[in-house]
């Protein structure tokens, strides 16, 4: 017996691209479904309210749809936002992406970790849970950018980062109090990872940059393990919540990452 129902990823725009690349490569043949909701992008500029009413109802929505075997919030600020509530509506699982605090503190030699992610993820209480716990003896540095979410999604359009623009976005982290010694950089939200190598150029010295992507696949891995797939892998679909010129000039994007299929919600 095989079982086709897919793996749905769900994120405000394209930065969930760097969740479900990891998880495709350890389950290959999984059928993905990969969900922006283009219609309320960006998030990380909208409010706490918003963002928790909007997502377990679209979320809600994409469930009685395609009927995923398990749901991945691939964006940092719905899931600090949303997660709780997703869960307590669907009766699906659902693995949420956090920033990667512990493993940065695993490996910072300095202490000094710098955050960058939206401007609602870097303010929410979970963060300074998450420093508190694991990076208790570090100083957390924290900076968020809505530029760089629209320059990553630039990116895979074909529009390279401006290099001056990377500067400037990291002087964010790196022109604070102690930013100096900063070692390695949580990339707090889904989208940055896409453009990880630019910003690494541009960084005044040398960092290492951490994320979710990694992690997230495995737990995916774990909790379906034992579980049916298509006998072959089967090409992947993307959904917008609103199409436009925009959306459609990520077609060729979207099928880079295995993702033929093109439909609105």
């Known amino acids: 017996m095989t079982d086709n129902r897919p793996i749905l990823f769900f994120d405000s725009g394209m930065g969930g691209l760097s969740v479900l690349a990891p998880t495709a490569a350890l389950l290959p043949h999984a059928p993905l479904v990969y969900v922006a909701d283009s219609a309320g992008f960006p998030y990380g500029t909208r409010s706490e309210g918003e963002i928790a009413a909007r997502v377990p109802a679209l979320l809600g929505r994409l469930a009685e749809r395609y009927d995923p075997r398990l749901i991945v919030i ?3 600020t719905a899931s600090t936002i949303a997660l709780q509530h997703v869960r ?6 659902i693995v949420g992406t956090v920033p990667a605090i512990k493993p940065a ?6 202490r000094v970790i710098g955050v960058l992610g939206t401007e609602a993820t870097v303010r929410q209480p979970y963060v300074d849970d998450l420093a508190a716990r694991f990076a208790g003896d570090c100083i957390v540095l924290r900076h968020g950018s809505a530029e760089l979410v629209e320059i990553a999604e630039a990116s895979l359009e074909g529009v ?8 400037a976005v990291l002087a964010g982290l790196f022109d604070q109090p102690g930013g100096e010694r900063i070692d390695v950089i949580v990339n707090a939200c889904t989208h940055f990872p896409l453009v990880e190598a630019e910003l690494a150029a541009a960084a005044p010295h040398p960092v290492r940059f951490v994320d979710g992507g990694p992690g997230i696949a ?3 891995a774990y909790l379906t393990e034992g579980q049916q797939w298509p006998a072959a892998p089967v090409p992947g679909k993307a959904v917008f919540t609103a199409r436009s010129a925009r959306t459609d000039a990520l077609v060729p994007a979207l099928a880079r990452y295995g993702l033929a299929g093109i439909e609105s919600l």
């Not at 390279?160 to 500067?167: K, N």
């Open 218 to 220: 495995r737990r995916v």
């Open 105 to 110: 503190a695993e490996i910072s030699r300095s």
């Open 88 to 93: 307590a509506a669907l009766d699906v699982p």
């Open 160 to 167: 390279a980062p401006v290099p001056e623009r990377m500067r």
């Open 74 to 76: 691939a964006c940092n």
